[in-house]
Nanobody, 129 residues
C-alpha cells in the first residue's frame, strides 16, 4: 500500500547540485527507514544513503559522504537527497526504498539487504562534463 515517488532528477553540469525528493503516499513514514540507491553503468546496485525513522541516524556510502546529504520532512512525508559537487560518475538511475524498522535509530541494514516494503520507480540523473 505504501508508494514512493521520486522527483528532482535531470541534467546537471559537473560541479552542480540536485535535490532528489522521495514522496510517500498510502502511509506515513514514521516506522520506516528510508534509503537511496543508484544504478550506474557497468555497476551493480549501490546503496547511497539512508535515514532512520527518527531522522537522527544516517549512513552514507563512504565515497559519497561529504557530497550527499539525506534528510526527511515528516509533515510532507518526504525524504530528500541533496547531491552536491556532482561529477559524471554520478550519472545513473536513482531509487528510494522503504524498510519497516520499529527501531527509530537504525537504518544501515537497509543499505545491505532487504526485504523492502516499497520502491520508487527510479529517476535518471545525468551529469555532463
Amino acid at each position: 500500500q505504501l508508494q514512493l515517488v521520486e522527483s528532482g532528477g535531470g541534467l546537471v553540469q559537473a560541479g552542480g547540485s540536485l535535490r532528489l525528493s522521495c514522496a510517500a503516499s498510502g502511509s506515513t513514514l514514521d516506522n520506516y527507514a528510508i534509503g537511496w540507491f543508484r544504478r550506474t553503468p557497468g555497476k551493480t546496485r549501490e546503496g547511497v544513503s539512508c535515514i532512520s525513522g527518527s531522522g537522527t541516524v544516517t549512513a552514507y556510502a563512504p565515497s559519497l559522504k561529504g557530497r550527499f546529504t539525506i534528510s526527511r520532512d515528516y509533515s510532507k512525508r518526504t525524504v530528500y537527497l541533496q547531491m552536491n559537487s556532482l561529477n559524471p560518475d554520478d550519472t545513473g538511475a536513482y531509487y528510494c526504498a522503504a524498510q519497516w524498522n520499529p527501531d527509530p535509530y537504525k537504518c544501515a541494514a537497509l543499505l545491505q539487504k532487504g526485504p523492502y516494503d516499497a520502491w520508487g520507480q527510479g529517476i535518471p540523473v545525468t551529469v555532463s562534463s
